[in-house]
């Protein structure tokens, strides 16, 4: 009787489980403003038992303590060398007992290694510049792999002369020596890798690549000593494959099989720099994230491939990111550019991706998402390379909640300050008012003057109520250009704001 009952517990957790990640979403916790002028990089890492997230903008690496509820709070401000950037590739690892940020310097052509503090900011404590022998032009993707007896850094970039892979050994202090590199050839895929990830399967270590230029992906076999070969590569196509400029690769391990999963963001999108694509022979059959499954070689099959449709953001796929997984299901978010959202998928047993839910986030994401777990809770971070944006977001991922019928009330309540005048107040106010006009989403508007005689409006003078139909509506409005313009250009006459949101059905 009694493992009857454990049995039937069993299959109903698990019934409860596939439920909740049929039905996830994404709920914005917090921003924060940059030192940098955008993000471009994300990535996070558990320290003493705190939780930072380090942001790669063009010139600084931002550093922010994250806590439970996923607010954030800044911690410092560090620059890249040549103050240049952005930071690509962040990773951030242990070895040997210290910790470690890895940041790709892009226009610096550096790799830059820090030492992780106690409180979770950056000391540098080495740098391998671009040379004749290593292939560090234009950095882009880090990946530490482990060995049994070393850890080993993989770096692959967007090249403007000679691309291909590099790897360096990883020492105690954060030094990195050569280990070997190959150079890219028209038959492996490794110019512009922006995306790579290692599977370890019945001993061995695997490293996955995609080649933005090239169109493709590749496997490779790494050794104990770092040294690496090729064991095989699959291109793009016109029918099944949506590998044209492959960008964000990840992968998870499902009961006994292992997958990688590639997204592209398609050189059709690249309209406004043609020089920038290299190759122009190619032809846009729509957007796809590819799941390829690995053999016992290490090779990557074709397996599986979710199309985009009216129900999915996945045009411009930048970043995919493992939220969390178990034996029989992964879920992974889909950062994407063009779309300017977070698509959450599901990677079943057998290798087929579905989609559960979108948010829109009112801005576009470039390399810039990180999923990381406190205490159970699943977050994201996110960030924009929007040179008008400069902020880090966090969201929690959660049950989906009930809004069916109901609206969204956005009010503002604000204070202007005494020395501002009568001209710049009212300009202030008919910006404000024009929103409704910049931006689609504000469903409803209204504004007034403090009527109210109680004495409690703290000094507060106008009131703004800016209607929404969904979540998509308000992060739309409140990343919006025109929105970040106007507090940018009269923030300066607020001398005090209350803003608070409500669901009504009304």
Known sequence: MKNIILFITLIVSQICLAQVSDDLMLYRKDFKNLTAKNTVSVTSYAKNGKHYVYTGGAGDIDV????????LKPVSSHKLYKEKGPARGLVADNINGTDFLFAGNKHGDAVEVFKIQDNGSLKQVFMVKDSDTVHLQTVITLQVVHMKKASYLFVGGLERKDPGLTCFKIHDDGKLTHVQSMKDTNKIYTDGIIGMFTHKIKGKTFLYTGGF?????????VYENGE??????????????????????TGAKLGDNYYVVVGHRHHKYYDYAPNFIKNKDFK????????FKINRKGALVPHFVLKDDKTTKLQG????EVVSSDEKEAVLAVGTRDDAAIQLLKLNEEGILSPIN????????????????????????????RFDFGKVVSYKIAPETNREGKVLKHIVHLKYKEDATEEQVNEAVNAFVDLKNKIPTVAGFEWGLN??????????????????????????YLFHKAHLDLLEKYGQFFADAVVMDYWTGE
């Open 64 to 71: 922010f303590n994250l806590d439970k509820e996923g607010a």
């Open 213 to 221: 230029q090239d169109n493709g992906v590749s496997s490779f076999r």
């Open 228 to 249: 690496f070969k090729n064991i095989n590569n699959i291109g793009d196509n016109t029918t099944d494959r949506y590998l044209t400029g492959a960008y964000p690769v």
């Open 284 to 291: 846009y059959h729509g957007d796809g994230v590819s799941v």
């Open 317 to 320: 796929q930048t970043r995919i």
């Open 358 to 385: 979108y948010l829109e986030t009112g801005f576009s994401i470039y390399y810039g998402l990180r999923s990381h777990e406190i205490d159970g809770d699943n977050f994201l971070l996110a960030g924009s390379n």
């Open 451 to 476: 009527d109210s005689s109680e004495g409690h409006t703290k000094g507060l003078t106008h009131t703004f109520v800016i209607t929404f139909n969904d979540e998509h509506a308000r992060e739309v």
